[in-house]
């Protein structure tokens, strides 16, 4: 038997599969792998990659003959011969071609090689262990909108915050709130969200605000500097009215927000949620009507002021 092997599964994987690159849906599951705690797994899943390799470091003296390996479409399964626990074993976060999987050992090493059923799924998220601690969604600050659309008032939006989780995250978003830091030392202008605009609106799906510098999605800044970190992930985009930090990539939050109108799993991981709408989701209703598929609004959502509030009026 060659060093590179066919994974064992419902459909063989290729050997040499240097493959069908045929663009498919993929399907996306909910849990993922999880190793033994002997076991040491590494993983490289370049966005631009169709590849995924996960590679598994095993005692020296493991033959061979004493490793199996199983590939389904959505899940996959590794035993070692005189092991009690499983290698590595669970589901991945996309479907992959099955045909198109294979892998090998060498002497302190087992490499598996993946093939994205889609190119453009993001495989970041893969092994158990790096999934957030769940984060902590005590409201620890009350802020507000007072939302113009058109020019007509439309009501207020109430957001609460979760200090205990992202201090450093609320804390910006509430003194930009409130405009206590008065102008910005890099670009000249307030550092508030009063009379910004939301320059962004998917409708049913996103708003996005916050540019105080350009109103265009391609300015603004924290009352740090121009960006700060990402504090911590570990809250899910899983309900209307989420409250997320908008940016660039990773560690580039800056002054814009985006809130969900539905739940948004593509978003975990990628921006960190610091709040929740708590009331007022009515007049995110009315802000999302004037969306648009492409996200250009057909009229002006404006914070026309806004602020903190009492935890209990």
């Known amino acids: 038997m060659s060093l590179a092997s066919r994974a064992a599964s419902s459909v063989p994987c290729s050997l040499n599969g240097r493959r069908r690159h045929r663009q498919r ?3 996306t599951t909910t849990s993922l792998l999880r190793h033994a705690a002997d076991i040491d797994v590494a993983l490289k899943a370049a966005g631009d990659s169709r590849d995924v390799v996960l590679t ?22 590794v ?7 499983v290698a590595l074993e669970g589901d991945f976060p996309h479907a992959v071609d099955v045909d198109g999987c294979f892998w090998d050992k060498d002497e302190a090493t087992v490499r598996v090689t993946l ?6 799924d993001d495989w970041g998220l893969t092994l158990e262990r790096d999934v957030p601690a769940p984060g902590d969604t005590t409201v620890t600050t009350r802020c507000f909108f007072d939302i113009a659309i058109n020019g007509k008032r439309a009501g207020r939006i109430v957001f609460g915050l979760f200090g205990a989780h992202v201090p450093k995250t609320v804390e910006n978003f509430r003194a930009l709130c409130t405009g206590e830091e008065g102008l910005s030392a890099i670009s000249g202008k307030p550092l508030t969200y009063k009379g910004n605009c939301f320059h962004r609106i998917v409708k049913g799906l996103t708003l996005q605000g916050g540019d105080f510098t350009l109103q265009n999605g391609q300015g603004g800044e924290s009352v740090y500097g121009l960006t700060f970190e990402d504090e911590a ?14 940016n660039r990539g990773p560690n580039t939050n800056g002054s814009q927000f985006i809130i969900t109108k539905v739940p948004t799993p593509g978003l975990d991981g990628k921006h960190v949620v610091f ?5 007022g989701m ?13 996200g250009g609004p ?11 509030l009492p935890l209990q009026d």
């Open 25 to 27: 849906r993929s399907t």
């Open 56 to 77: 598994l470091t095993l005692p020296r003296d493991v033959p061979r003959h004493a490793v199996r390996v199983n590939i389904f479409k959505t899940s996959m399964r």
């Open 79 to 85: 035993t070692v011969d005189g092991m009690d626990d």
């Open 115 to 120: 093939e994205k059923l889609n190119r453009a």
């Open 233 to 246: 992930f570990g809250i899910p985009h899983d309900a209307p009215g989420t409250l997320s930090m908008a």
């Open 275 to 279: 709040g929740r709408v708590i009331e």
């Open 282 to 294: 009515d007049v995110l209703d009315a802000c999302d009507a004037v969306g648009t598929e492409g």
């Open 298 to 308: 057909l009229g002006q959502v404006s914070i026309i002021d806004c602020g903190t």
